[in-house]
């Protein structure tokens, strides 16, 4: 069974950087769709970044564009959320996914597509 552990949440200051891991128990890592969502008190969890098989493409949030940098590592069975330029209303407990199931090996933005999520990592940016 698939499990993700992310890491490399924290405190930071407005305009600061944090980067996010996420680390995967699978052998076929490098056959997973990944994405990362982020979920802010009282509201829904919502799309953040998602990146194909081979990290070839990708896709981003409007809010995170031109800030946040995903990326993947399949000798690692790692992926990572770089975010630069933080703002307040960044923070959130942020969870990665994996889409066990994509037969193109496209970016996966809907949540639905997503089989397995990590227990998330809290991200507080303070002004």
């Known amino acids: 069974q698939v499990q993700l552990v992310e890491s490399g949440g924290g405190l930071v200051q407005a305009g600061g950087s944090l980067r996010l891991s996420c680390a995967a128990s699978a052998r076929s890592f490098s056959r997973y769709v990944m994405g990362w969502f982020r979920q802010a008190p009282g509201k829904q969890r919502e799309f953040v970044a998602t990146?194909?098989?081979?990290?070839?493409?990708?896709s981003y949030a409007a809010s995170v564009k031109g800030r946040f940098t995903i990326t993947r590592d399949n000798a690692e069975n790692t992926v990572f959320l770089q975010m630069n330029s933080l703002k307040p209303e960044d923070t959130a407990v942020y969870y990665c996914?994996?889409?066990?199931?994509?037969?193109?090996?496209?970016?996966?933005?809907?949540?639905?597509?997503?089989?397995?999520w990590g227990q998330g990592t809290q991200v507080t940016v303070s002004s």
């Open positions: 990146i194909s098989w081979r990290g070839t493409r990708t």
């Open positions: 996914g994996a889409d066990l199931n994509s037969v193109s090996g496209a970016v996966s933005v809907e949540m639905e597509r997503y089989d397995v």
